[in-house]
């Protein structure tokens, strides 16, 4: 990988949070990126970025994390643990978004530019639907060990129900949206949020299942999550790209992107 496309991004982020300091007089760490931060090579399969680590041929990305809530009704999947969503969040991580967000544009994930929130008139009926552009698709799994000692890895999606019709969230619903910068805030950061089961336009995840503008109806299932505090490991697996129906697409049908040189 080229030096001046870590140093673009590094540049970027530093920008932000410049833009960050000015606004609040003061800018915390997990809103600014590391100093000295640079992706460490491990073999030809794995690099590190901090606790994280990704794999330039896969180009999938996995990162630490703990159960943080295991009983009450969830916003977010995962959130880092410096930041506010955290007690809304089934999992948290000390890697912050900036590390994750480097990670992913390093292995040129391309984020999808679907609508995050529905629209709706003065009686408060949705008026039209999401539009999408199929781009982003993703896989959240979660590495971890059961009571005896066994390796599993699943969705993170089968810890995840909607109360009301006891539909879990599933595999391949999650969205690569890339967060938001507005003010010169990158929300991500701002808000510690990395993927939202409640769609969250400052999230760098979103599912769009049916109820995921509500943010009362999703709870984790007790008898798959493990206890709090169990150590796991999450990992980001990039899908194809699909095709949207014309009634719901954004923009040109979106084309599959070739791989890209290695790191």
Known sequence: MKRYLLGSLLAGFAFLAMAQSTVLG????????????????ISDEEYRIGKLSFNPKTKEIWFPCRVNQNEVVLEFAICDEFRGKLHESLLSTK??????????????????????YRKFDESGKPIG??????????????????????????PIGNWVHNANTKKIVGSGSWTYTGSKVIDGYFLAAQDGAIAAI????????????????????????AAKVPPLDTGVTVIFRPLPNVKVPEDRRLGEESQKEPLRKKI
Do not use: H
Not at 26 to 41: E, G, N, Y
Not at 198 to 221: A, K, Q
């Open 129 to 154: 639907v999401l539009k999408d552009d199929g781009k982003g698709r993703m896989e959240i799994l979660v590495k971890y060990k059961d009571e005896d000692g066994k390796s599993l890895t699943e």
């Open 95 to 116: 890697v912050t978004p900036f590390e994750i967000q480097i990670a992913l544009k390093l292995l040129r994930w391309e984020p999808s530019g679907r609508q995050i």
């Open 26 to 41: 003061q800018v915390q760490p997990p809103t600014k990126p590391p100093k000295d931060i640079k992706p460490v090579k």
């Open 198 to 221: 409640y769609r969250f336009e400052g999230s760098l995840c979103n599912t769009f299942n049916p109820g995921s503008d509500d943010d009362e109806l999703w709870f984790p299932i």
